[in-house]
Nanobody, 114 residues
Framework: QVQLVESGGGLVQPGGSLRLSCAAS????????MSWYRQAPGKERELVAG???????NYADSVKGRFRIARDNVKNTLYLEMSSLKTEDTAVYYC????????WGQGTEVTVSS
């Protein structure tokens, strides 16, 4: 079965950096577009970044120039490198793939606070 397991979240000060990882299994990772979403307290879940099988990326305007999505098709792992973090980046971050159904990871919490 499809499994998406995120890791790498934590507490970081404003201006700091984190790298999130999503270990994928149960499907042919390399042929699917993968995405990161986030949900801040009291807000709706929103798309942060996506990457196609060929490596084409897209980003939410709020993270452009600060976040970078990447994938390793050998390790079946999705990454989100986050830098210049702001307090408004505080959220639970989710890995996502859509095949015939939608699949979400359990999420990893990122808190940006001094």
């Amino acid at each position: 079965q499809v499994q998406l397991v995120e890791s790498g979240g934590g507490l970081v000060q404003p201006g700091g950096s984190l790298r999130l990882s999503c270990a994928a299994s149960g499907f042919i990772f390399r042929i699917y577009t993968m995405s990161w979403y986030r949900q801040a307290p009291g807000k709706e879940r929103e798309l942060v970044a996506g990457i196609t099988p060929g490596g084409i990326t897209n980003y939410a305007d709020s993270v452009k120039g600060r976040f970078r999505i990447a994938r390793d098709n050998v390790k079946n792992t999705l990454y989100l490198e986050m830098s210049s973090l702001k307090t408004e980046d505080t959220a639970v971050y989710y890995c996502y793939v859509r095949r015939s159904s939608e699949y979400w990871g359990q999420g990893t919490e990122v808190t940006v606070s001094s």
